[in-house]
């Protein structure tokens, strides 16, 4: 019924930037807040940054001043810049969506499948 589709992954240099995109499809009547967990290997998967419907923004003490969420609600999509990285931001980011569908009206969670980052020289 609902799909998020996860882009921009990579490997960077430390340093460096990326931008993740995460949009959202399907069966969809609204969207709730919108974030992006990652998780690194051996490690459990921990919240890097979200944001409500009105733009409210919440992050992770380890990324901020670093991390940019914002999104777009026209497009139902979500976007991750990620400015000055470190190798310790190297994991899989999962986008994640409470979303109201259409044929229920209930509001649950929804995942991407993931997307890599890597950072290392």
């Known amino acids: 019924q609902v799909q998020l589709v996860e882009s921009g992954g990579g490997l960077v240099q430390p340093g460096g930037s990326l931008r993740l995109s995460c949009a959202a499809s399907g069966s969809i009547f609204s969207i709730y807040a919108m974030g992006w967990y990652r998780q690194a290997p051996g490690k459990q998967r921990e919240l890097v940054a979200a944001?409500?419907?009105?733009?409210?923004?919440n992050y992770a003490d380890s990324v901020k001043g670093r991390f940019t969420i914002s999104r777009d609600n026209a497009k139902n999509t979500v976007y991750l810049q990620m400015n000055s990285l470190k190798p310790e931001d190297t994991a899989v980011y999962y986008c994640n969506a409470e979303i109201v569908v259409t044929t229920t009206f209930r509001r649950s969670d929804y995942w991407g499948q993931g997307t890599q980052v890597t950072v290392s020289s």
């Open positions: 944001i409500t419907g009105g733009g409210r923004t």
